[in-house]
Every structure is written in C-alpha cells, then in structure tokens.
C-alpha cells in the first residue's frame, strides 16, 4: 500500500507543475498550503517512506518522502529560476556532510543516513521558499498558510484542554513541547509585521493563537521565551521607529500579561500536581541526560552516528554510568538539549556545523532587516531573526529540533530569510524583485503606484 501511495505522490508532481506555469496567478495558494502542511504532517500521515524502520529508536525511522517534498519539487519546476545561487548552500552541506561522514563510527550506517536524507530534503524546501520570494507574493502567502495551522492548532489544543481535560495540550502533534517550539517560528514574526502596519485577519489572528498555545502546552520554556521574544521584537520594532500603534499595542500589551500570567500559572499548577506523585526529588534527568551525551562525546570526539543516540546509550552503558533511572521511557528518551545530541551524534566537527548552520541564517535576518528600516520586509527579516533565536534557547531545554515537522518549519524561515535579503540587495547592489502576475490578475488588484504588491498582500485576505 505504501509503494502505491509514494507512486501515486510522484506521479502528481508533474502535472501540478505544468498545471502551475499555465495558471501562475493561482500559485500563491500553493505556497499557502506548503506553509500549512508541516502542522498535518502527523496528523494526515503524510509520509511515506523508500526505506522504513519503525522499531528504530532514533529520531528518523527511514527514507522518507512527504507529501511537503512532492508540492516543494512541483513549485520549483513551475517557478522560474531567479538567477542568485541560495546563500546558505555551504553551511548545509558543511553539516549535511558531517553527518555522511558520522557513518564510519556508527553501529548501523544505513540509519545514519535517515538523518542526512531528512537534512537534503530540508535543505531543497530552503532553496525553493527562497527562490520562490522573488514574486513579492509568495513570502506573504506561505505566512498566511503557517497562521492558519497556528490557529487551527490553537483550536484542537483549547479543545483537548476544555472538553478532555489535557493539562499539556499537545494539538495535533505527538507532543507538546513540539508545537511548543513550532509556535516560535510563526508567531514572532508576524507580531512584527503587525507592529509594522495593518495585516490581514488571519495573519493577525496568528499572534493570539501563538500565545493561547503557549499557554495551553503548559509548556515554561515555551510560555517564557515566547514572552521574551515579544518583548525583544517590540524593543528592536521601536528602535526602527517609535509610532502611535506601537504605543498602542505596549499598553494592549501590559493589560493582556494582567490576564496571561495568572492563567499561565493555573495551568502550570495542573501541570505539576499531575506529576508530583511520579518525580523523584532528589532526581535530575536532564542532568542525568547529559551526562551520559558528555561521556558519549568523552569516549568517541567523533560522535557515536547520527540518529544514534538511543542506541548508544544503552548499548554502551551510557545511561547507567550517568545515573538515568531504569525505565521504558528515560531508557529510549534522548538528551533534552540539541546541542548535547548533535555533539554525541556527529562530534565536534557535528557541532560546528550544527552551530554555523543556526548562526548563519540568524545573522543574516538581523542584519539585512535593520539595514531597511522604512521597508516592511526589514519587519519580516528582524522578526524572523529573533524568531530564530528564540527556537535556539529553547534547544538548550528540547532535542525535538532534530524532528522534521520542526525542520521544515526551520527551512521554510531561512528559506523566507534568504529570499527576502536576495530581494533586497544584501548580496548585491541592486534588486532584482519579480511579479508572476498574468495580465488579468495585474488589472483586478488595482494596487495604488504609491503601494507595493507586498503591502497590499498584508492586508488582503485571502
């Protein structure tokens, strides 16, 4: 059955690519559905697999192939090429390398390759989201697609805390802390596009979805950094240029946190009366946890394999000589910090990469952003850095950044990143901005020549 589903997802691919150059006025909502996709990855079970191992304790359980892959390589052919060569190329394959080469020293190469195969086709959605952004309507729509899974999240989640009485409100992930982070990587950018000047209502509805879901996870780390990572956006959204909106929404801002504490501690309480009776006092795992990745790394530098994790640590001992109590759970759970887990995984040379990979994005998004202070892309690009940072705190708390429902949301930000720093020079002197419109679609926007396309994107709903 699975052989004839991933027949039938490749078979489509062509013809929704030649579907999509007749008809490029349509494509937006395309890229909409692409920005909405990896929150029902889990839920529609939207993988399929070339190779699959589902007893394998790692992170990746196979070669995969999605349904995100299928729309991304059909948007790629239907898109014309834009002509400037992706700009974060070398430190993906920097790292996409390491974890190729983290076979040598693994105990089944075959599933250290998962890891590399998952990293190539993270890497292919950040090409095409970049090379789609030089159609200033794309950017605007692929948001609109991911705040639509944010607030369709935000509705499962306020239903499994209300009607089943979750206390942690996982969505429709397969935990909470997961879309705990995905929340990140949505919210805090479009909060600073909303800082910036109207959107449209569902792009405005994203931001109280992000922070009812930060709420309803019962998540701290999730609730504390997503307050900071507003606060940082307002700060550096200010420093751009003080306005009577945003003086309007630092008030709204201060009498909303008069609401949002007291029920964030309710839920926390909850939380942790249902945990009390299971915790040990005088027990830390996660210091049990890396514990044993800093023996992982003590014994080999060069990592124990990617997607290894689990396996090593129980099959060395490593577990057992850091003190991780014996159970079903902590004994297949992995270190709850990325930076531990890729450095056991893939070594220093791992973490090197691991980090340039993070970093380069990051820095690219902050700078370019504050480069255009009169331009609303320049909103974009500092919200989608301090998004980036936020999700890099938060690995020192989680591993799930190794998952792909949180790499396709991390590609589909860089991706965003790249295209839009592209657009506006920051690798060039000039621009090279492009509209697929077709002569029918141009004549019915009617956009003012005073009034970009991607202003009038923001506030056109869809």
Not at 45 to 58: D, E, Q, R, T, V
Not at 119 to 137: E, S
Not at 281 to 290: G, K, P, Q
Not at 347 to 364: E, H, K
């Amino acid at each position: 059955m699975k052989w004839i589903g991933l027949a039938i997802l490749l078979a489509a691919i062509a013809p929704l690519a030649n579907w999509l150059r007749q008809n490029p006025e349509k494509s937006p909502v395309f890229w909409s559905i692409l920005g909405f996709l990896p929150f029902a990855l889990s839920f529609l079970h939207l993988n399929m697999a070339f190779i699959s191992w589902l007893s394998w304790p790692g992170h990746v359980k196979g070669a995969e192939f999605s349904v995100v892959d299928a729309l991304a390589i059909a948007l790629y052919l239907s898109t014309p090429r834009s002509g400037h060569p992706f700009p974060f190329r070398l430190a993906f394959g920097f790292y996409i390398l390491v974890t190729v080469l983290s076979c040598v020293s693994s105990a089944e190469p075959t599933a250290a390759l998962f890891y590399s195969w998952q990293l190539c086709r993270i890497f292919f959605v950040c090409v095409v989201v970049a090379q789609g952004c030089a159609d200033q309507r794309v950017p605007i729509a692929i948001l609109k697609g991911m705040a639509a899974g944010l607030i369709f999240e935000a509705i499962i989640a306020t239903w499994q805390r209300l009607a089943l009485g979750v206390v942690q409100a996982p969505g429709t992930m397969y935990q909470q802390n997961l879309l705990g982070m995905i929340v990140h990587f949505v919210d805090i950018p479009v909060f600073a596009l909303l800082l910036s000047g109207p959107l449209s209502r569902l792009l405005t509805g994203a931001v109280p979805a992000g922070l009812a879901l930060s709420v309803l996870t019962g998540s701290r780390a999730t609730l504390a950094l997503s307050l900071v990572g507003y606060a940082l956006t307002f700060l550096l959204s200010s420093l751009r240029g003080w306005t009577p909106r945003k003086r309007k929404f630092l008030f709204s801002g201060l009498a909303a946190l008069i609401v949002i504490v007291p029920v964030a501690l309710l839920s926390l309480d909850k939380r942790f009366e249902s945990q009390a009776d299971s915790i040990a006092i005088d027990y830390d795992e996660r210091a049990a946890f890396e514990k044993s990745a800093q023996l992982m790394l003590s014994d080999n530098p060069l990592g124990q394999g990617a997607n290894h994790y689990v396996i090593a640590a129980n099959l060395g001992g490593y577990n057992q000589r850091a003190g991780v109590a014996w159970s079903t759970t902590s004994e297949g759970a992995h270190v709850h910090n990325v930076y531990f887990l890729v450095a056991a995984e893939t070594g220093y040379a791992g973490l090197i990469a691991f980090l340039i990979l993070l970093l380069r994005p990051f820095l690219v998004a902050m700078l370019c952003g504050s480069a255009h202070p009169g331009d609303r892309r320049g909103d974009l690009l500092i919200g989608l850095g301090v998004a980036l940072l936020t999700i890099y705190v938060h690995n020192f708390f989680e591993w799930i950044f190794v998952l792909e429902e949180t790499q396709y949301m991390f590609a589909i930000d860089v991706g965003l990143i790249a295209g839009l720093a592209t657009e506006l020079g920051y690798w060039s002197r000039s621009t090279s901005t492009v509209h697929y419109l077709s002569k029918a679609s141009r004549g019915s926007d009617r956009i003012e020549p005073t009034r970009s396309l991607y202003d009038h994107q923001l506030v056109n709903e869809p």
